[in-house]
């Protein structure tokens, strides 16, 4: 796997190699344009001045305007000199400057060109040196010179060697901006994932008993600032977690040892000597219970483990209200009758709903088992099943104390409310059927709320998004 630092170091080398050679190019391209205007205007104007030297003879005959310099002389500046020559319209060498040792280059489609009396540039060779030539037409100063063309030329050798040195000089310039970049950006990027670094160890450092500790490391830069934020808060989130697992377990191993222990305690009891028939049937009796309350207990567990795991998965069918209703209150019907609590249920309309009976039956059925429960006798339990455009909304009310002062409470695991709840003081069920609840309510994407009713007992409403019923 490749470092990060390494790679923030060779990308920074790059970016800021290849900009220097960007530039380094920019800047010969534009010496060249310059240097190249400034010689083109020099020419230009050695033509001039030849041209004008050429025909202001009175005798007719042409001669340049030139220094006097011996042929050692000229090939010592040569560099500086520049040559010219006159060419009839055929090509034919009238005239050439006198430290010249033989012809310039001959371009005869510049000279047709300049015969016609255009100005033509042209890039040539001339003794070993690559020259500017300018094709320079003499028409304009009339016979007998109308046919003549005057060929200029100047070296380009202090342009190719000033273009050649600094060339030389960006080439050293972008080697040493990319050792020095390279190592720059080491350095630059070693500070850059230092803070990163001690992130990683104060996390590693965590463990399952310091989740609270949380991580201060670079917490106060701002572009560290967010990175801790989220760590710390999924710090504690992971600390919620665990503490709620933690009590969970402590609340079920207590909830599961007490119907074995009372199982326990009465065969143990019932074994101690020789009882008759009916002592040995109720202790069958009671141990029957303990028993159908573990087995309670179990089911509703794996109910919960199965919604933590995203196992429980909703499957929606078409479910006639009415009967879903019937059925509902026939299956409460002895519970509130022995409980002397009147069940009502009623629905909104008639015809179907595509819900998932199994689970929506347990939403109902956990909340009327719990009305039925908490409500004292002669009071009343009452269910409403309705349908809108944005979901399904079910009201389960009862008669009972209410939800207490804490009724966001009432969902948590193992949790009870007030014993005042409880009619006779004591407290019946497992104390998951509204975990239960909220877990399948939760997985269906809809919402549950529960709080007291102001003529008293308590209310819990259900709503269902619309995408449950297409």
Known sequence: MRSFRAQLAVRFAVVMTVAVVAISLASLWALRVVLDRELNAAILNVASIQAASLVDSPDGAMHFHEWQLTP???VSVRDLVQYAQVWSESGQSLLRSQFMAGDLPLDREALREASEGELVWREQSFENL???SVYYPLGRFGPPHDRHVLQVAAPLTSRDDMVRRLAAFFTALAGAVLVGSAAGGWWLAGRAVRPVHEVIDQAEAIGAGSLDRGIQAWSDTREYHRLVEVLNTMLGRIQRTFETQTRFTADASHELRSPLTALRGEIEIALRRERPPEEYRAVLRSSLEEILRLSRITEDLLTLARADAGVLVPRSEAVDVQTFA???TERFRRASEEAEVALHIETEFAGTLPIDASLLGQ?????VDNGLKF???GGQVSVWLGGTETGIHITVTDTGPGVGAEPERLFDRFYRADTARTPGGATPGTGLGLAIVHAIVERLSGSIEARNRTQG????????????RA
């Open 326 to 328: 019937d059925r509902l």
């Open 457 to 468: 007992g308590a209310r819990f409403d259900v709503h269902l998004p619309a995408a449950d």
């Open 375 to 377: 409500t004292p006798a």
């Open 363 to 367: 939403v109902v059925g956990n909340l």
């Open 72 to 74: 050692e002389e000229a």
């Open 130 to 132: 690559s020259v500017r």
